[in-house]
């Protein structure tokens, strides 16, 4: 079984930035993606940025240049750097990790909340 364990979410003022941690464990294949995904109130769950275990990044638009993704493969950890957050950014973020072998394999977060606002 794979858990997973965010901490860094809170409340920012807009302009401010967050750093927001991840911890996967358990039986985790070495070639994984591990990713953050948010969702606001009365919205859908949105992709916000993702890493493969080799380091290619994929973000979404909206925070593209305020968001850097990054990970540590040696222990299963990535990371989401938010900075210039704007109140739009304001959500629940969940961290994911994902592998093909065989059959799909995916393992979600419980989420943390992240508020921007002054």
């Known amino acids: 079984q794979v858990q997973l364990a965010e901490s860094g979410g809170g409340l920012v003022q807009p302009g401010g930035s967050l750093r927001l941690s991840c911890a996967a464990s358990?039986?985790?294949?070495?070639?994984?993606?591990m990713g953050w995904y948010r969702q606001a109130p009365g919205k859908q769950r949105e992709l916000v940025a993702v890493?493969?275990?080799?380091?290619?990044?994929d973000y979404a638009e909206s925070v593209k240049g305020r968001f850097t993704i990054s990970r540590d493969n040696a222990k299963n950890t990535v990371y989401l750097q938010m900075n210039s957050l704007k109140p739009e950014d304001t959500a629940v973020y969940c961290c994911?990790?994902?592998?093909?072998?065989?059959?799909?394999?995916?393992?979600w977060g419980q989420g943390t909340q992240v508020t921007v606002s002054s």
């Open positions: 994911k990790i994902a592998w093909r072998r065989i059959r799909e394999y995916n393992y």
């Open positions: 358990g039986s985790i294949f070495s070639f994984n993606t």
């Open positions: 890493i493969t275990s080799g380091g290619n990044t």
